[in-house]
């Protein structure tokens, strides 16, 4: 199996690391006035969306696109998937035409897994149903780093529909490899007990004051009503509960920051005076989507030991490497 | 028909409590005779030194997929699975295209069976028609024409006053009911067992209660209306304490387990491995020991396969998609001996008569013996040759098997049916 991107919980800490390291690397080309490498000239990489998605798709065109690969983006509706041809079928269809990486998102669990043990082509897991979502967890620990100094003994508060969040469960195993002190907050149906078992470090609480106070950061999720089969909290007082105001960020930490993976909902999960608020950095999250996806995709298509050095490839119009201690 | 002498085996015949050394003689189909040093001159001879003898085993819960989806299964492939497993007897559930909801359909397969299958194959008939559970399907012309128990399996009756009048309708035909507990609206969507498993796969959970609620429910009507229970594939510890409770009570009620579901708890399955996913499915490691100790407390009546096969294509699908149900009938005996006999949990009689008197006993069915003059169906085991589940091997249609190269210790080496060798190992 072609080494890909399936999710946070496999990885070591050490993984994990230099991804973190190299894109916080690739952070300042976002500023530049030219922001185009060639480190991945002449490969192609496929995003594949079953899923509507705005900002990892395009997150994901961009960051390619800045390491000089070809890109093409498929979406559900226009596949031979709604003719009846199976999901491996499609994918194998695709590897055929000899991509270097496929970037997928799916609305099942496991779907880049199962198809990762068939195919050849390394594999990206832009989201997988209600399992993972890695990339998002790695620049969410790239924006914490951002504002504070290290992941250690951080106190982050997780709050909103865990159940149904791939968000929630890769930023769980990552900040938890990193000693984090999780606080997972939502209604019970939507807080499944057995989440405390995931990794190492968490609380559970349906109290959204207990979650928010002496939080260094607060982490919202979206209510995701389209995976919900069934009835499990009253929809028309959800934001009186569990919807972030002010008065909550008040008990966090005065430096706290508040982050959302997007899209928002206004009223819903968050109110629009936290959402602009000088703690929100929901839009730094979205900036930091490029540079860790550019180090992602570098890592999964660049491998040293595939491609020899071309030349003229690299990066060697960027300063060295950095290094962060966390 | 040549008669057959099995000589210099172990026989093992829990209906007598017989564990000696015996030979058995097989005549006419039947059961000739079992005693020290036969003579019989004329027979063919069958060395099974070193062999355990047992009455042919019972698999009272099967899909054979015919008629309808002959892709994954037919009478003729499952019986031949049945054969090379050790079976001479196997039960088909009725979920088939279309549903065995009457006579017509009962007597294709017992006609189909009778031409085509090395083994016996005994239907059993729907509850309701087209297991939609509302209408009671015509129950009485399917036991005339050979269905053996009612049941609705994977499409169980949710209506508790129409589960109350199949009880008291089967009962007149000494039927047994088998129901496949499961209270559909607190299961729906489920894939996994709900736990630390599916809360980390991101898949949705069935929790253990779902059958629990379904098994009180059922031990209740059975105490109401008189009627023999039979639940099918018990998983849960409760729904295990609470059948050991209701027998105390007197109420007729029997149970079986799947071999899987003594062998694998949800933490050993291999992320998003179909394989792996089956109704009921694969419960926690405290619901796992709980199944031990009720087979070893003889809480547990029978081992039955829930053999259900299903085509490669069905079972490579997103995790979500594939069908429920995995293959069994070729590992069931090997898997009873690694995790129950090899373990000391139970003995060897014990592990036979969940085979073979305890289905036998739970559907009414004189089989399950070696007493003279019950059918000739004999299965010659071994407990310590070592082999390998190849699964493209397998004798089955289907490939959904969790136990692909898994090494066993002991396992089926020949199989007679009504007096004729029906499968013998190559090995």
């Not at chain 1, 000693?179 to 470090?201: K, N």
């Not at chain 2, 709980?290 to 407390?297: D, F, G, H, P, S």
């Not at chain 2, 085509?311 to 995995?326: D, V």
Request: hydrophobic share 40%; with cysteine; glycine share 8%.
């Amino acid at each position: 199996m072609p080494a890909g991107l399936l999710g946070i919980e496999e990885l070591s800490r050490d993984q994990i690391q230099s991804l973190l390291d190299r894109g916080r690397f690739y952070q300042p080309l976002q500023t530049q006035v030219v922001k185009k490498l060639d480190t991945l000239h002449g490969k192609t990489i496929v995003n594949l969306f079953f899923e509507p998605s705005t900002r990892t798709r395009i997150s994901f065109e961009i960051a390619a696109k800045r390491l000089g690969a070809d890109t093409i983006s498929i979406s559900a509706q226009g596949t031979s998937l709604s003719k009846g041809e199976s999901l491996l079928d499609t994918l194998n269809t695709l590897a055929a035409m000899k991509p270097d990486a496929i970037v997928m998102r799916h609305a099942a669990s496991g779907a880049p897994h199962f198809l990762a043990r068939y195919l050849p082509i390394p594999i990206i897991n832009a989201g997988d149903g209600t399992h993972e979502h890695p990339t998002q967890a790695l620049l969410d620990a790239v924006t914490i780093l951002d504002y504070k100094p290290g992941l250690r003994g951080l106190r982050v508060a997780v709050i909103g529909d865990i159940a149904h969040s791939r968000v929630a469960r890769s930023n769980i195993h990552l900040l938890s490899k990193f000693g984090v002190d999780l606080v997972l907050c939502g209604p019970a149906p939507l807080l499944p007990a057995e989440l405390s078992g995931l990794a190492a470090g968490i609380t559970l609480t349906s109290s959204i004051e207990d979650a928010a106070a002496g939080a260094d950061v607060i982490m919202m999720l979206r209510v995701q009503l389209e995976r919900q089969h069934e009835t499990t909290f009253p929809k028309s007082e959800y934001f009186q509960f569990y919807g972030l105001r002010l008065e909550h960020v008040r008990l966090a930490r005065p430096d706290a920051i508040v982050m959302h993976p997007g899209p928002i909902n206004r009223g819903r999960e968050i109110s629009s005076e936290v959402a602009d608020s000088p703690h929100s950095v929901i839009l730094n999250q979205v900036e930091n989507g490029v540079a860790v996806r550019m180090a992602v995709l570098e890592q999964v298509v660049a491998q040293p030991a595939e491609a020899p050095p071309q030349p003229g490839a690299g990066v060697s119009s960027l300063p060295a490497r950095m290094t962060i201690t966390l | 028909m040549r008669s057959l002498l099995i000589r210099n085996g172990r026989v093992i015949d829990p209906a007598g409590g017989l564990d000696a050394a015996r030979d058995v003689l097989v005549a006419d189909g039947s059961i000739a005779a079992v005693a020290p040093e036969i003579k019989a001159p004329e027979a063919e001879v069958i060395d099974a030194s070193g062999l355990i003898v047992a009455p042919g085993f019972i698999d009272m819960h099967a899909h054979l997929r015919e008629p309808g989806m002959e892709h994954a299964e037919t009478i003729e492939s499952g019986a031949r699975a049945a054969a090379a497993g050790g079976f001479t007897s196997v039960c088909c559930m009725p979920n088939t295209i279309p549903v065995n909801d009457s006579a017509t359909v009962t007597s294709f397969i017992v006609e189909r069976a009778r031409r085509q299958a090395l083994v016996n194959v005994f239907p059993i008939g729907a509850i309701t028609k087209e297991s939609a559970g509302e209408q009671l399907a015509d129950i009485g012309a399917m036991k005339q024409a050979g269905a053996v128990a009612i049941s609705d399996d994977g499409r169980p009756v949710m209506n508790s006053r129409v589960m109350r009048r199949a009880m008291e309708y089967g009962r007149s035909f000494g039927l047994t009911v088998i129901d496949h507990c499961e209270d559909l609206n607190l299961s729906a969507g489920g894939d996994l067992h709900e736990g630390l498993t599916s809360t980390r796969l991101g898949l949705r959970g069935i929790p253990g209660c779902s059958e629990e609620i379904m098994v009180a429910r059922d031990l209740l009507l059975s105490q109401l209306t008189g009627a023999r229970l039979h639940v099918a594939h018990i998983s849960a510890k409760n729904s295990l304490a609470m059948v050991a409770q209701a027998r105390q009570l007197g109420i007729p009620v029997t149970c079986e387990v799947t071999p899987h579901h003594f062998s694998l708890a949800d933490r050993e399955i291999v992320d998003y491995d179909s394989n792996f996913k089956m109704k009921p499915p694969l419960r926690s490691c405290c619901d796992v020991e709980a199944v031990l100790e009720a087979i070893a407390n003889g809480v547990v009546d029978a081992i039955a396969t829930d053999h259900a096969p299903h085509t490669g294509s069905s079972k490579m699908q997103e995790f979500e998609n594939c069908p429920f149900g995995i293959t069994g009938l070729e590992t069931a005996l090997g898997l009873a001996l690694e995790k129950l006999v090899h373990t000391g949990r139970i003995s060897l009689l014990h592990m036979v008569k969940l085979f073979t008197l305890g289905p036998a006993r739970a559907l009414g069915l004189t089989r399950g013996t070696l007493a003279p003059g019950a059918p000739g169906d004999v299965t010659v085991f071994s407990v310590d040759r070592e082999w390998t589940f190849d699964v493209n091997q397998s004798q089955s249609r289907s490939r959904n098997s969790p136990f692909h190269l898994h090494q066993f210790r002991g396992g089926p080496v020949l199989t007679i049916v009504g007096g004729k060798k029906a499968w013998e190992s190559q090995t």
